[in-house]
T-cell receptor, first 112, second 112 residues
């Protein structure tokens, strides 16, 4: 079963706009990660945020984590057409080895 | 470093047959995880191996099995294939828990 729920399921924006995706999960976690997948290919790791962190940045990416609400958000600033992909949040539970539990993903389309 | 490689990339099998998929992790990574991705169920964890030992297992029937060799390469086997086993099978490697995972391009299995 899926640990996380992502919102929205699909997002369509213009180049230059910001894109925000949200993820909620059900149980206590060790960390939460975001991945990108292009057209059914392998996943690419974007960012990892630990349970004791509240915000993290990487380039145009900003991730927040609210453990009290069991939710996270991924913000992509100044989106580009190349950002078009599916984005997944994945949680790692405490004392869970090598297991990512994925949400259903958000399909992001950035129009040139 | 070379990325995670998976062979074969595409496979067509008949119901009732068995299949073996192979994964070579990034050099130095001792953890290998396997995932199944389908449109209906999304990304689901199959199992994880670390130093030739299975540390974690998902909720899949016993027809799905795996192993890891001393060089960290891993194989997964699916016996008595069913139509519902058609999926993208992804392998990921990691230095260890609870780090980010690096995914291969996947093996697209079609069962007819």
């Amino acid at each position: 079963s899926q640990q996380g729920e992502e919102d929205p399921q699909a997002l369509s924006i213009q180049e230059g706009e910001n894109a925000t995706m949200n993820c909620s999960y059900k149980t206590s976690i060790n960390n939460l990660q975001w991945y990108r997948q292009n057209s059914g290919r392998g996943l690419v790791h974007l960012i990892l945020i630990r349970s004791n962190e509240r915000e993290k940045h990487s380039g145009r990416l900003r991730v927040t984590l609210d453990t009290s609400k069991k939710s996270s958000s991924l913000l992509i600033t100044a989106s580009r057409a190349a950002d078009t992909a599916s984005y997944f949040c994945a949680t790692v539970l405490i004392a869970s080895y090598g297991k990512l539990t994925f949400g259903q993903g958000t399909i992001l389309t950035v129009h040139p | 470093k070379a990325g995670v490689t998976q062979t074969p990339r595409y496979l067509i099998k008949t119901r009732g047959q068995q299949v073996t998929l192979s994964c070579s992790p990034i050099s130095g990574h001792r953890s290998v995880s396997w995932y199944q991705q389908t449109p209906g169920q999304g990304l689901q964890f199959l199992f994880e191996y670390f130093s030739e030992t299975q540390r974690n297992k998902g909720n899949f029937p016993g027809r799905f099995s795996g192993r890891q060799f001393s060089n960290s390469r891993s194989e997964m086997n699916v016996s008595t294939l069913e139509l519902g086993d058609s999926a993208l099978y992804l392998c990921a490697s990691s230095p260890d828990r609870p780090y980010e995972q690096y995914f291969g391009p996947g093996t697209r299995l079609t069962v007819t």
